[in-house]
């Protein structure tokens, strides 16, 4: 099973800031990591695929960058709505793994 | 529209069983990777199983150990998970998930339902 460890599991900001998360796989999987936006009593959203590439009707301020085991989910200047939580996911093999999530909290 | 709206979450005794549905709007179901994710209350997201647009593969996650089954009815465009041998620590909020590209290899998902909530309590 791949492992995926993110860090930290929750960060408080305030707007404007720039937030770094951080997500760590126990082998290599290429590109195949997707970053996720859950807020409270909501569903997941796709923010990032390929561990790089944006998707369409997402905010420019979310980028993800890494190869290989490790990825970085980038949010320039965070704002308000921004305040969720944040995962990491793989899909280089079954079974399919998340991260622990990453809780965002905007001050 | 793309959409997927899940049901048949219920509250449940140990030991019971229910089949969810996941039925999709605005795109062909079968052409698709599907899945369905868990989340316990207050927990993060556990994946639970996948099967490939042709139906044919389907893969589970280890802690089930058998007691769940992932199938569609393609005629329906609906995915179900029927859930045997349930466990309180089964109890969570369901959700479905639609592959991002056609095809037969899971590249991540791009659509969710809203959720179905199973509880298992005696």
């Known amino acids: 099973e791949i492992v995926l460890t993110q860090s930290p599991d929750f960060q408080s900001v305030t707007p404007k800031e720039k937030v770094t998360i951080t997500c760590r796989a126990s082998?290599?999987?290429?590109?195949?990591l997707y970053w996720y936006q859950q807020k409270p009593d909501q569903s997941p959203k796709l923010l990032i695929k390929y561990a790089s590439q944006s998707i369409s009707g997402v905010p420019s301020r979310f980028s993800g960058s890494g190869s290989g085991t490790d990825f970085t989910l980038t949010i320039n200047s965070v704002e308000a709505e921004d305040a969720a939580t944040y995962y990491c996911h793989q899909s280089g093999g079954f079974p399919l793994t998340f991260g622990g999530g990453t809780k965002l909290e905007i001050k | 529209e793309v959409q997927l709206l899940e049901s048949g979450g219920d509250l449940v005794q140990p030991g019971g069983s229910l089949r969810l549905s996941c039925t999709a709007s605005?795109?062909?179901?079968?052409?698709?990777?599907m899945t369905w994710v868990r989340q316990a209350p207050g927990k993060g997201l556990e994946w639970v199983s996948s099967i490939r647009s042709s139906g044919v593969n389907t893969f589970y996650a280890d802690s089930l150990k058998g007691r769940f089954t992932i199938s569609r009815d393609n005629s329906k465009n609906t995915l179900y998970l029927q859930m045997n041998s349930l466990r309180v620590e089964d109890t969570a909020v369901y959700f479905c998930a639609k592959g991002l590209t056609e095809g037969f290899y899971y590249n991540g998902a791009d659509v969710w339902g809203q959720g179905t909530t199973v509880s298992v309590s005696s």
């Open positions: 605005g795109f062909t179901l079968s052409n698709y990777v």
């Open positions: 082998q290599n999987i290429d590109s195949k």
